[in-house]
């Protein structure tokens, strides 16, 4: 006979060492006393051979283990224990069991009532696996196990792991619907928790999510950078309700900003009632050229109005290209690449907030006071003007505030901005400066000048280039005139709006001004008449006689060139814009004045 210590019995049969010597109390188990270290110098030990069957074979390693107790959660362990002691207890009473739970229904609350067929059930599995055996796994699994078939999980996995956001409990629903036999939605749900929160967030928010609050940053010192090394750019909307501009409407401003990397300092910035686009990008830089300089390089989001041919390198008449400078995209969908980012967040927190019609980020971070309908927010929304000027306060105000920041050293971005800046770059010629911020596109000339925006602009100088391609540039906040260049980017004149005459009532200027602009153009195409009639066999026999190498020369150092060839260009349309506008004044001088000077000219 084999005989065991009360620990191992108890190991075997999966209880407790006190409900090992309860049993043993009740003659369930045999058992002796043997000399040895214990009370009156006693150890008992049990006959293994008296235990259950299926403890006998863990014992012979016939039979898994019970499962340790510790693997499920507290709730499960304490359940499982109550009814261990319910079992226990009727053991110790000695009572038949219709009395025994008769007289338990009478001392415990009804919804702790039992019957004769769970006492038995709860018995037998308690003999057979201990308190391990009691473990209610109907709504949920061990710590460690799955109780969800493959199949079931596979399907709700899919269906919640998408940016739909759908509910753990909607998916539930629907797997429900699909398998009749899976656990609880509680067991989902603590599944569901040991997914890695990445991956949640990967999956359920995008990839930009994902990147912004999972992936590492990048940690980057300053101090090897001067100031107007790099400028960033990016935009927000204002978490803000102003009045449009007419006062009929709420709308949150647009706001873009370039921004010095190595200082903080907001070099410019611009507010908008519309979306931006590659325009905006340009009037703010042309700002913060004129203030502070040109940057060494520039460095954007992946926008498409970042993306535009202005700042391409591919493109020849692109504001990189012509003022010589670097441009360089932020990694896709990764918003901390670009420390512009941080200030826009100081800018909702320090300045946002000051206003009644603050709005949160999104609706669910809206004040419950800015619930209301639109028109009783348009009641005490500041109007865009008013908007644009505070704005303006607070951008001075940000710029003289002392920072914490990373190689700021406490100090204010404009005073690091200014002992880091080493060389200011600038373009002295503002003329040249909105030529290159314009927006720019390729037209036809035809006998009317160039077509732009449903209207024909016209200078004489392109009476010359009929049937040429070329570039028209122009500033959008002044549309009455366009700057006219060739492919080769030479500037050729600037190009007035045509006035169109009324249908009828044409008056004598009217016809002037065209006979002046005929003229001129009749003229233009005299230049070109050939002095002499050529033949077609003495073509072919100048050919024979001369062979000339027609390969192009290589311009040097053209980069360097870019600036005075724009300023070149600037002096150009200057001179052009000066002539015409003296034509413009002695035109409208004097109708008399005007024909006599036609009559003198023709004589």
Same mark, same amino acid.
């Given at each position: ?8 019995? @108890? ?15 009740? !003659? ?21 051979? !008296? ?147 990445? @991956? ?344 024979? @006689? ?31 814009? !000066? ?25």
């Amino acid at each position: 006979m084999t005989w065991l210590s009360v620990k191992e019995a @108890a190991n075997l049969l999966g209880i407790t060492d006190s409900a090992v010597k309860k049993a043993i109390a009740k !003659s369930k188990y045999e058992y002796r006393h043997v000399k040895g270290i214990g009370r009156g110098g006693k150890v008992l030990q049990i006959s293994l051979e !008296s235990l259950p069957a299926n403890a006998q074979a863990r014992y012979h390693g016939q039979a898994p283990k019970p499962k340790d107790i510790l693997q499920y959660t507290g709730k499960q362990r304490e359940e499982a224990d109550y009814k261990a002691r319910i079992v226990e207890d009727y053991w110790l009473s000695a009572l038949p069991p219709e009395e025994f739970v008769v007289r338990f229904n009478a001392e415990n609350p009804p919804e702790d009532a039992i019957t004769k067929a769970k006492l038995f059930r709860w018995q037998r599995k308690y003999k057979e696996g201990g308190v391990a055996a009691l473990i209610d796994q109907r709504g949920g699994s061990a710590r460690g196990e799955d109780s969800i078939p493959e199949e079931a999980w596979d399907m709700f996995y899919n269906l919640y792991m998408t940016q739909q956001k759908r509910s753990i409990k909607l998916c539930y629903d629907v797997v429900s619907q699909n398998f009749s036999n899976i656990p609880s939605v509680s067991s989902f749900e603590r599944k569901i928790r040991k997914v890695p929160y990445s @991956a949640l967030v990967l999956y359920r928010e995008g990839e930009k999510a994902f990147n912004d609050r999972c992936l590492p940053s990048m940690e980057r010192s300053k101090l090897a950078i001067e100031s107007n090394s790099i400028w960033f750019s990016d935009h927000h909307t204002c978490d803000v309700f102003v009045k449009s501009a007419d006062g009929k409407r709420i709308m949150r401003p647009w706001l873009t900003v370039f921004f010095d990397a190595r200082s903080n300092k907001v070099v410019s910035h611009l507010l908008r009632d519309a979306a931006p686009n590659a325009t905006a990008v340009k009037q703010c830089f042309r700002l913060g050229v004129e203030e502070n300089g040109l940057p060494d390089e520039i460095y954007f989001d992946n926008g498409k109005d970042y993306r535009s041919k202005s700042f391409s390198k591919d493109y020849p008449q692109s504001l990189v290209n012509q003022i010589g400078i670097n441009c360089i995209y932020a990694t896709k969908y990764h918003g901390q690449a670009k420390t512009v980012e941080r200030f826009f967040g100081t800018f909702e927190s320090r300045f946002g907030k000051r206003f009644d019609t603050y709005t949160g980020k999104d609706a669910k971070e809206r004040p419950e006071c800015m619930r209301v309908s639109n028109s009783e927010i348009l009641t005490i929304a500041p109007t865009l003007e008013e908007f644009q000027a505070l704005l303006a306060d607070y951008i001075r105000e940000y710029n003289q505030t002392p920072s914490n920041g990373i190689d700021m050293n406490g100090k204010c971005p404009n005073e690091v901005y200014y002992e880091n800046l080493k060389t200011k770059r600038v373009i002295r010629d503002l003329v040249a400066l909105r030529l290159l911020c314009g927006n720019t596109t390729e037209r036809t000339v035809h006998k009317n000048g160039v077509s732009l925006m449903n209207n024909n602009y016209y200078g004489s100088e392109l009476a010359k280039h009929v049937g040429e391609k070329v570039y028209v540039i122009y500033d959008p906040a002044d549309i009455d005139k366009v700057s006219v260049f060739d492919m080769e980017n030479r500037a050729l004149c600037i190009a007035y709006a045509k006035i169109r005459s009324a249908f009828r009532g044409t008056s004598e200027e009217d016809y002037i001004k065209a006979t002046k602009e005929k003229k001129k153009a009749r003229a233009a195409a005299r230049l070109y008449r050939p002095t002499r009639n050529l033949g077609i066999h003495e073509i072919i026999a100048r050919n024979q @006689a001369n062979e000339h190498d027609f390969s192009e020369p290589c311009s040097a150092n053209a980069v360097e060139q870019l600036m005075p060839h724009a300023m070149q260009n600037a002096k150009t349309l200057k001179a052009t814009d !000066s002539l015409v506008s003296s034509r413009r004044i002695r035109e409208e001088d004097s109708l008399t004045a005007t024909l006599l000077e036609i009559y003198q000219k023709e004589a």
